[in-house]
Structure formats: C-alpha cells, structure tokens
C-alpha cells in the first residue's frame, strides 16, 4: 500500500481525485521525480518549445500543469503544426465545453501522431483535463517527435511512477520507473538496441579474425 505521507504530497501537488478515478488506474509521479533536474528540464524544454511555436499568436505558456488543460493551448498547437482546421471554439468557459474541445482536439491529434488504438495510449481527455503532468508529458513528447523531430529534448529521462487503482475494497499501489525520452541519438531507428547492420558485420568479422589471430 502507499504511504500516507507519499500520497498526502501528491494530493496537494497534483490535486489527485480519488473519487473521480475510481474503479480506474491512475500513474502519479513520485515526489522525487519532480524533482529531478532532468525532468525539470525536459519540462522547461517543451515550455520552450510551445511559446516559440505560438510566438505570432502571442501566447506564453508558464505551466504546463495549469495551461493545458482546457485544449486552448493544444487547439493552437495543431493548428500551426498540423494545419488542422476544427469547429471549436476559441475560448471554453465550462468545464463540459473544456472536455468536449479537448475530445476533438486529440482525436485529430491522434490521427496526426498515427495512433491506431487510443485505448493504449498514455493520455485521455479525462487526464489532460485534470492537469495529469504525466499525461501531459507524454502527449507533447509525442508532438514534438511527430512534428519537429529536428529538436533535441533532453535524452533518457525517466521517472519513477506510482501506479494507483482505486476500487470499493481500498487503494493498490505498485511503483515502476517510467520512460518519458528515450536515446535521441537512436529513436529514429526501428530498434534502437541495433545499429546500422553494415556496420555490425564489419564489427563481427572483424572480431572474428582477432579471434583467428589469437589461435
């Protein structure tokens, strides 16, 4: 089980809503995590890379916490990125007109980024809007992969990851490491444990003839 005071951080920090997940599994980023200064500076970098994106449109993002949630920022994103067009308006007010602006902006971004399932994927419209630093991640990772693969986000950034299930019965918690960037010098590689195949034969006969040598 969580630790009280683990879980009594997270609550204030990224206002956990027990009863809104319930019957559900919710991954909450562990306090250290937050902390660390490689997760602060992917964070800072993809700040960074929102407001020079939207720069003409006049828009600075300070957190992406407290300014994502709402689809604003997204809507503007896929509009200058994608040039999508979608029948949304500009501002949502309510709470029911966020989350409906936010379920069309990422099915279209969905489709954009190639996700055939959205089932599997790491983000939702119920994470995004309620502030899910995890979900929010993640989906912006993604969007810069798929639209400015040029840029270069700090690499090997993982965090460690609480992952809650809340039911009638109590809470169940296992904790695992996330990654959130992989090794930017091999994501562009279909398997980044491999390198180019010419190379690694010329490594293998080479190491096959220093064995010769050695006989």
């Given amino acids: 089980m969580m630790e009280a005071g683990m879980f009594e951080y997270n609550k204030e920090e990224q206002s956990v809503d027990l009863d809104f997940f319930q019957g559900e599994k919710r991954k909450i980023i562990q306090p250290a995590s937050l902390k660390d200064p490689k997760f602060e500076d992917l964070k800072q970098a993809l700040v960074d890379w929102i407001n020079d994106t939207l720069k003409r449109e006049h828009i600075v993002v300070q957190s992406l916490e407290e300014d994502m949630y709402d689809g604003l920022i997204l809507h503007h994103l896929l509009v200058k990125l994608a040039d999508a067009q979608l029948s949304v308006a500009d501002i949502a007010l309510t709470a029911a007109a966020q989350m409906h602006k936010l379920e069309l902006v990422l099915e279209e971004l969905d489709k954009r980024l190639g996700l055939q399932d959205s089932s599997q994927s790491k983000w939702n419209v119920k994470l995004i809007h309620n502030k899910d ?83």
Avoid at 183 to 202: A, C, H, V
Wanted: hydrophobic share 40%; aromatic share 2%; proline share 4%.
């Fill in 133 to 215: 630093l995890l979900a929010t991640v993640h989906l912006l990772v993604a969007m810069v992969r798929r639209f400015q693969p040029e840029l270069n986000l700090p690499s090997n950034v993982k965090v460690e990851v609480v992952t809650v299930e809340v039911s009638s019965s109590g809470i169940k918690s296992v904790i695992q490491t996330e990654e959130l960037t992989g090794n930017n010098s091999s994501e562009s590689l279909s398997d980044s444990g491999r390198g180019d195949p010419i190379e690694e034969l010329l490594k293998l006969e080479a190491y096959k003839v220093n064995t010769v040598k050695k006989v």
